[in-house]
């Protein structure tokens, strides 16, 4: 018998069929639509996040649940205000498919079109994020693809609530209900990952343990990152009221996320001046400092704690912050690339050769000059949200807005040739003349 999970993914597969063939108003309807009926039913959908919060403080008390995730669950008046600006903004942008990249002439009435089209079906696997829902459903109509989302159980009766709201929002644009479905449970995530017959990309959004587990269990495309181990390097020039500000935004503006800066490198030139002024902002802003061994000794009177070589490693999405101090940009650089996990990278400089080598040879999804690290996100980019960020050198890097969801196809015109014209003694030549885009 055909499972349940298996059903939704094939009711998935046909609504993208059907998707792919609608216009870029009939989809840009529907994203408007759901943006409105999701602001017209705040009540409801908080009155099914305070069950999930229900649910969720007894794993807060035991410590199953950190309080960053809890946070993330909880959702506000604001938080639903911020969803239905990111789906709108979502609708504004330029549509994705359908755009000629590349026109060749082969020969003369012989013309090859590359032009960009949907990947199909999106299977999204992600935990105890409600403004996901929202987020991926509008990037997943406009780019015309439908969507199959797996939540965490921390926000199932959350997600439950969306997916009923932005369905209704599709049927009554005369789009299928089934491009965007919510599968709920444990057993769904394996049966998702094993369906490369129906599921054309699986993104997962969460830690570090899962997207790893997605990794290692599916044959079809992941896109995402395991770990958002993003670094600071405070160079010798560095104007130290801008670099406190930017550490600052990037540690506690939202320490959870994965664009939170981890680790602060400091150039030795810089760092009694420096760390000492660090030391404070971070007591002020209640953020633990972790130290090498030359931190901890310029900050003897602070009592910070050590952090080993495995700590480096780490990503610790709450409000603690790892610092060393690095001999030169070249050491900074060398750390980045040993510990960092490719996300995102600033440099806080005014030498604009140093600025330079760091943009150019850190190996990362994001490399920032004078900027928090905040600012590697999908709605900052203009994207109008997010499907989540890549770290992977294939098909889409960083914050995945509408290019990362589509691929392309070759589509060719002829007037009746064959391959075997341009073959043997008196073959045809080909012309191979780039055409002008309209």
Not at 46 to 57: I, M, V
Not at 296 to 307: G, P
Request: hydrophobic residues 40%; negative net charge.
């Amino acid at each position: 018998m055909t499972s349940p999970v298996r059903r939704v993914a094939e009711a998935a597969r046909r609504a993208s069929r059907i998707l792919s063939k609608s216009s870029p108003e009939q989809r840009n309807s529907a994203i408007r639509a759901a943006a409105k009926l999701v602001e017209q039913n705040r009540q409801q959908l908080l009155e099914a996040n305070s069950q999930d919060l229900a649910a969720a403080d007894p794993m807060l008390a035991s410590g199953e649940m950190t309080s960053a995730t809890y946070e993330r669950l909880r959702l506000t008046g604001k938080k639903i205000a911020e969803m239905t600006r990111s789906m709108l903004a979502v609708r504004e942008l330029p549509d994705p498919t359908g755009k000629v990249l590349q026109r060749t002439e082969l020969d003369q009435g012989l013309v090859l079109e590359k032009i960009t089209c949907p990947l199909g079906v999106l299977a999204v696997i992600f935990e105890a994020r409600s403004d996901a829902v929202t987020q991926i459903s509008a990037l997943g109509l406009k780019s015309a693809n439908a969507v199959v989302l797996k939540a965490g159980h921390e926000v199932e009766r959350t997600a439950l609530a969306l997916i009923a709201i932005i369905r209704g929002a599709l049927s009554n644009c005369g789009l299928p209900e089934d491009s965007v479905a919510l599968v709920t449970g444990r057993e769904p995530v394996r049966e998702l990952l094993n369906m490369t017959d129906l599921v054309d990309m699986v993104i997962p959004r969460g830690p570090k343990q899962l997207v790893e587990f997605v990794q290692a269990n599916t044959r079809i495309p992941v896109l995402g990152h395991a770990e958002g181990i993003c670094h600071i390097y405070v160079d010798e020039t560095a104007d130290i009221e801008m670099a406190l500000a930017i550490i600052d935004d990037a540690k506690t503006d939202y320490p959870a996320a994965c664009n939170a800066a981890e680790t602060v490198l400091v150039h030795e030139k810089i760092a009694s001046q420096f760390l000492p002024s660090l030391a404070e902002m971070s007591r002020s802003r209640n953020v633990a400092l972790r130290g090498c061994e030359r931190t901890c000794a310029m900050l003897a009177d602070h009592r910070i704690e050590s952090v080993k070589n495995a700590g480096w490693h780490h990503e610790y999405s709450d409000l603690i912050l790892a610092v060393r101090v690095v001999d030169s940009i070249d050491d900074a650089i060398e750390h980045i690339h040993t510990y960092g996990s490719s996300h995102t990278e600033t440099i806080v400089t005014h030498d604009p050769i140093a600025a330079e080598r760091f943009l150019n040879e850190v190996d990362s999804a994001g490399v920032f000059h004078n900027a928090s690290t905040r600012f590697a996100d999908g709605y900052r980019y203009g994207f109008g949200a997010e499907v989540g960020i890549s770290t992977s050198k294939l098909h889409a890097r960083g914050p995945v807005g509408l290019d990362g969801l589509t691929t392309y196809k070759y589509v060719l015109r002829g007037s009746g040739q064959v391959a075997g014209d341009y073959q043997g003694a008196n073959a045809r030549a080909f012309t191979h003349k780039r055409l002008a885009i309209e």
